[in-house]
């Protein structure tokens, strides 16, 4: 199937210092992907779209100079939380839809654990 | 608005079956998927149904009734290893995909 990998998988930071997360889609093109966070014991939650040569679309409630998201390539999105704080201490996961597939299915990447000290 | 309800919580016994319900209401209809994800790990696609009736595929099924806006997964001869959190997902008219809250199923030996 297609891969999506992300990395870090783990982060640990300092309150204040903000932090890199990397997409790839291995082995398909994707003009576009989509960041989610999750909270413990808690569904996932579409902070935005990311769109490769153009602006991320966020979702109503998601500070978009918080959330650093740029899409430079078909095969890279990159999530960049900045001046973290210990309330953004979460998983982050990306996914990206391979549209040679009927379904669309969305493939998720590692996802990335922050904790913010 | 728009609204997918599925348990919070089941607990089944391992080589036994069980079920998953999901019922949506959502603007629109473009499919709906479900996914397995297992605790502190991403979620793997496991079913897409569009059309109404049975997709079976190996060990796990998922049916669909659009008109009573229903799905659910069926699984069968229950593994340890199918403990996890099972989430089903609607994706609506303008192609968002809306996210139920997740199952977690429990197997005991």
């Known amino acids: ?17 903000s932090v890199k997360i990397e997409c790839r889609s291995l082995d398909f093109q994707a003009t576009t ?3 989610y966070r999750q909270f413990p014991k808690q569904s996932l939650m579409l902070m ?14 998601v500070e978009k100079d918080k959330f650093l998201i740029n899409h430079a390539s ?11 704080h210990p309330e953004d201490s979460s998983f982050y996961i990306c ?19 922050l904790t913010v000290l | 608005g728009q609204n997918i309800d599925q348990p919070t919580e089941m607990t089944a016994t391992e080589g036994a ?46 049916f669909l009734s659009r008109s009573k806006g229903y799905s659910y997964l069926l699984l069968k001869e229950l593994q340890m290893k199918d403990s996890a959190s099972y989430l089903c997902a609607v ?10 809250a997740g199952t977690k199923l429990i197997i005991k030996p």
């Not at chain 1, 297609?2 to 210092?17: E, F, L, M, N, R």
């Not at chain 2, 479900?34 to 569009?50: C, D, I, K, M, R």
């Open chain 1, 1 to 17: 199937g297609a891969v999506v990998s992300q990395h870090p998988s783990w982060v640990i930071c300092k309150s204040g210092t």
């Open chain 1, 33 to 35: 992907m989509f960041w």
């Open chain 1, 48 to 61: 935005a779209t990311s769109n490769e040569g153009s602006k991320a679309t966020y979702e109503q409630g």
């Open chain 1, 74 to 84: 078909l095969t890279l999105s990159t999530l960049t939380v900045t001046s973290a």
């Open chain 1, 95 to 113: 996914s990206a839809r391979d549209l040679d597939r009927e379904a669309g299915e969305l493939f998720f990447g590692e996802g990335s654990r």
């Open chain 2, 17 to 62: 079956i069980v079920q998953i319900n999901c019922t949506y209401q959502t603007s629109g209809f473009n499919g709906l998927f479900w996914y397995q994800q297992h605790a502190g790990e991403a979620p793997t696609f496991l079913s897409y149904n569009v059309l109404d009736g049975l997709e079976e595929k190996g060990r796990f099924s998922s």
């Open chain 2, 91 to 100: 994706r609506d008219s303008n192609y968002q995909l809306i996210w139920g």
